[in-house]
């Protein structure tokens, strides 16, 4: 509750811009499908979809942590002006999502509801025995949020917001049915490389500071072996960091993936006690990067992080998005 307070209060101040906004937009063209997306990624992928019949915004900006995204009252107009809101869902951004869609007073997006591209995702993991917050701070009901890291997973979010694109404008679904399928065609492409990168990782073994990068682990055959933090969203304590030190000893685990926004020097010492080396890895696209980029930064990253190199031929090649 305090969260949404602190939203509500934090937009208050651009209530009557979104409202004058509001009107303006009505003076738009219809054909144009206004599109806010909670993370990069998602972003792109309703550009590549909608193409030119949407106009997307987005809300993270790449680095952040997920569970806790700052707004900014452009958030609130450009929510309330929008015609979709695409989010992961699977409560990954449930700490701010709700009040920002409260804050907005957006019928549209009331009605409809926001497009959760992760419900439906089949393999969800580490789903939690009870849902006490004892058992941490990021308690996620249905398990591990996080599929947006997952490399199939760009073709399955892609498909979500065709169909939901489709429904708002009937007329254009020739056009996003094409956009979707060209776009399903260069993922299948870059995929190929991500799997040979998959089959040199397979059987390494890392540890998580946060456990976001499962799905990704998972899909490149790598062993988790724990997380820093004790519990999900709990800071690691003096006696957990210890205890992990000795499993990744006798583990055998050379490799703690972090995201940006953990704490560096935090991860660096844990990874250095236990005889490894701390690793970021992206957990979004940045400025100027699709989601084809993200993924083959990602596994870039991966094979760097235990210096392995993927033999040169035509699948090493980088494709382009175009």
Avoid at 142 to 160: E, Q, T, Y
Avoid at 230 to 239: D, M, R, Y
Wanted: hydrophobic fraction near 45%; proline fraction near 6%; aromatic fraction near 6%.
């Amino acid at each position: 509750m305090f969260a949404i307070r602190r939203i509500l209060g934090a937009f208050a101040v651009a209530s009557s811009l979104a409202l004058t906004s509001s009107s303006v937009a009505a003076q738009e063209s219809s054909e144009v499908l206004r599109v806010v997306a909670t993370l990069p990624p998602q972003a792109g992928l309703a550009s590549q979809v909608g193409g030119d019949a949407v106009q997307v915004d987005c809300i993270a900006r790449g680095k952040e942590n997920l569970h806790a995204v700052r707004l900014r009252p452009s958030h609130m107009v450009s929510t309330h002006r929008a015609d979709l809101f695409v989010q992961v869902g699977l409560a990954l951004e449930h700490a701010w999502v709700p009040g920002l869609l409260e804050a907005s007073r957006n019928s549209r997006i009331a009605n409809d509801g926001p497009l959760n591209i992760g419900t439906g995702w089949p393999n969800l993991v580490e789903i939690p025995l009870t849902l006490s917050r004892t058992e941490g701070v990021c308690v996620h009901p249905l398990g591990n949020p996080h599929v947006n890291l997952c490399p199939s997973f760009g073709a399955f979010a892609a498909r979500k917001i065709r169909d939901r694109l489709k429904s708002l404008r009937p007329e254009l679904s020739e056009k996003f049915d094409a956009n979707c399928a060209a776009y399903e065609v260069r993922i299948a492409e870059r995929a190929k490389r991500w799997k040979r990168i998959a089959a040199l990782l397979e059987g390494k073994k890392v540890v998580q500071y946060h456990k976001e990068f499962s799905y990704l682990c998972i899909a490149c055959g790598i062993e988790r072996c724990g997380a820093l933090e004790p519990k999900p969203g709990v800071p690691p304590t003096p006696a957990h960091l210890a205890k992990m030190a000795v499993k990744m000893r006798d583990d055998g685990v050379k490799v703690v993936l972090r995201g940006a926004w953990t704490p560096l020097r935090l991860a660096q010492d844990a990874a250095a006690r236990g005889g490894a080396k701390a690793v970021e890895i992206p957990v979004m696209t940045e400025k100027g990067e699709t989601w084809l980029d993200f993924m083959d930064r990602a596994h870039e990253t991966l094979l760097e992080a235990w210096d392995l190199t993927l033999p040169e031929d035509g699948l090493n090649m980088k494709l382009a998005d175009d």
